[in-house]
């Protein structure tokens, strides 16, 4: 994986450095909180309700495990012992101090991390796909993309005060894995009919208040031209964007209000006066950070392994496992697994520094040093040899980490919500966790099968309601939480978004109906048909009835 | 009635106006029955700029013998997350939490499955 050059490490120290005087000027009286405020934002510290937030970056989602170790300290020694993680892969640290920030970001600096553009109206960190470069499916490693999109978009001078904040995904498999039409900017990786390289460039997609899938402006963006182009894009959206409504200043409202046509026609006006000898990455520049995702090739192995299915056979819980948590690798003998923070009653993506420290022992001994962060707020090891996943999976039960229901209705994402965040109108977590509680029972949850169910504490969508197969967004009604429930959404290549089922529900009954819904499915499905399928083919009208009284 | 609270600048902590300082505890805050002294309160916090930010009003009210904030997001301010009981002010587990914890989990509606007309 890329590891900080001089340059990146001179720019760290620096930043770390200023921070701590900035806060020192604070602390002293010499800055206001007005004035302060932006400059804690633009490390990545919110204030929320019970105390400081500190949002750390993780580059598309790739932690080595010396990061992950040094995330556990941090959350150990400054915080309450755990950290959560988000759908935009990063790691929050919900119980901060002021006073303790400047050593957590020069403890962080030290193994390459920091919360530089984790808020505030900049590029954020990119996501990619949590598979890169262990997937068969994948024409490139997105990760390499990513990390040039980072080194482009770290403190631009030109992108630093956009009308708001800007989110980029890549990915380089034909499975999107990234809810990439949910971006500012999703750039999908193919090879053309001559077999170059070239981008599938999507833009304006977003959730929140006004949520819309990303159009394709360019079909083939060769990719050399990538940075260029993004500097066009971001360009005319600096230039033409709402700064004046705060509900408009996203890209997508911009790209809806011209047409993706009219905005592509002013994207390559705007590119073609880019030299693009000055922008885009000179080939040795590109050879340098593919040269950092190259590893040792993988060994020669069989492609099934005896222990793998002496375990499968032996233990009905390792074959769960392996049925929903164990992927396919590209290399013959190897296998992806994920890792789910879901276990039916805790927090979605919480990870205390227990079990952070686990996994970066698990990685060190089974994976290669590395773990990935999905947006889906669970964790992936790349490359496991099939040999080993019974010992990675033991590893896991012993920390309460072997939970089997990638992808099922248990696995849930949740927002911190109104337990944690100041922008909450009401709770997420324990809905999730009384969700999850109905669904404990696995042979069930395998029953009904692929149902994500996705939950939001606010309109701003930070739990992809939208995106949910069920969506949940909690609103705050005279005091007390209801939550309006959506069906139909994804955000894999099938991309829609959810709509609105009927009447908000109160707290004490969403999980009960959810469960109606639930039922509902498995009433009406068809052989081999998800929850998704079902609900497309039949409509909203049986769920109603499912969950809403008829009408005297 | 009205409580004033902010968070603490050098730790973030959920504080409560107590006739000139702070406290950690909600049920320590003074309770000003008249506007025009939890103004002049404001005004004093908000002088305070190196000990707290964020500093503002927030209804309170009687149920059951204990004053409790009318707003669930201030029943939460004033206890701790409810997906960890152990972590926050709610920690103590006295009285005093224990009535904010009836007041912020006691709906006022029963729901509404199957009760909405379609």
Known sequence: ?552 | MKVLTANSLTTGEVVFWDRGRWALDFAQGERFESDELAAAALAAAEAQATVVVAAYLIDVEETGGHWVPVAYRERLRALGPSNHPQHGKQADGDADVAALTAAAFAARSTGRVKLIKR
Not at chain 1, 4 to 15: Q, V, W
Not at chain 1, 73 to 83: C, F, I, L, N, Q
Not at chain 1, 147 to 166: A, D, G, M, N
Request: net charge neutral; with cysteine.
């Open chain 1, 1 to 552: 994986m890329y590891r900080y050059d001089a340059y990146d490490k001179a720019m760290l120290t620096d930043r770390s450095n200023e921070f701590r005087h900035q806060v020192a000027r604070r602390l002293a009286g010499e800055i206001t909180e007005d004035q302060f405020k932006p400059l804690r934002l633009m490390n990545g510290l919110y204030l929320q309700l019970h105390a400081y937030m500190l949002r750390i970056a993780i580059p598309y989602g790739t932690l080595s495990t010396r990061q992950l170790r040094r995330l556990a300290w941090v959350a150990k020694t400054y915080d309450k012992g755990y950290g959560h993680f988000t759908t935009r892969t990063n790691l929050q640290l919900h119980w901060i101090k002021l006073r303790d920030a400047p050593d957590i970001m020069d403890a962080l600096a030290e193994v390459d991390l920091h919360g530089i553009q984790t808020s505030g109206n900049v590029i954020r960190n990119v996501t990619a796909d949590p598979y890169a470069g262990a997937t068969a499916d994948e024409v490139d490693d997105p990760r390499v993309w990513a990390e040039v999109i980072r080194q482009w978009s770290t403190v631009h001078p030109e992108f630093s005060y956009l009308p708001r904040k800007f989110k980029i995904a890549v990915t380089a498999s034909a499975k999107d894995r990234t809810a990439a039409r949910s971006y500012d900017i999703g750039l999908q990786l193919r090879r053309g009919r001559d077999g170059v390289l070239g981008f599938e460039v999507m833009v304006g997609g977003g959730q929140g208040r006004t949520p819309y899938l990303a159009k394709t402006i360019r079909e083939h963006l060769p990719v050399g031209r990538l940075l260029s182009y993004l500097e066009a894009i971001i360009r005319v959206y600096n230039r033409k964007s709402r700064r004046d409504n705060i509900h408009k200043q996203r890209i997508k409202i911009l790209v809806n209000t011209l047409g993706a046509e009219e905005f592509a026609r002013q994207v390559d006006a705007e590119w073609a006066k880019i030299d693009g000898t000055q922008v885009d990455l000179p080939d040795v520049e590109l050879a340098h950070i593919r040269a950092a995702f190259q590893r040792a090739a993988f060994e020669t192995l069989p492609p099934t392994s005896k222990a793998f299915e002496a375990a499968k056979a032996a233990d009905p819980g390792f074959a769960r496992f392996a049925r929903h948590n164990v992927h396919p690798h590209k290399a013959p003998g190897y296998a992806i697994v994920n890792i789910s923070l879901k276990a039916p009653g805790q927090t979605p993506g919480d990870a205390s520094s227990e079990q952070m420290e686990a996994i970066a022992d698990l990685a060190d001994r089974y994976a290669q040093g590395e773990v990935r962060v999905n947006y889906t707020q669970n964790l992936v090891l790349a490359h496991v040899k099939l040999d080993d996943v019974p010992a990675v999976y033991e590893g896991l039960k012993a920390q309460g980490l072997a939970t089997a229901n990638i992808d099922l209705v248990s696995d849930i994402i949740a927002c911190p919500g109104l337990d944690y965040c100041s922008l909450a109108n009401a709770r997420a977590i324990p809905v999730a966790q009384a969700i999850a509680q109905r669904f404990a029972d696995p042979e069930r949850a395998e029953a009904i099968g692929e149902l994500k169910v996705k939950i939001s504490g606010c309109i701003n969508a930070c739990g992809h309601h939208h995106l949910g197969n069920i969506g949940i967004l909690g609103v705050d009604k005279k005091g007390e939480e209801f939550y309006q429930i959506s069906l139909g959404g994804s955000g894999d290549n099938d991309a829609s978004l959810a709509e609105i089922l009927g009447p908000a529900v109160h707290f004490s009954r969403t999980p009960e109906a959810i469960e109606a819904l639930v039922d509902a499915y498995l009433k009406h499905r068809s052989e081999g048909e998800r929850f998704l399928d079902t609900y497309r083919r039949i409509g909203a009208q049986p769920f109603k009835e499912a969950v809403y009284a008829e009408a005297d």
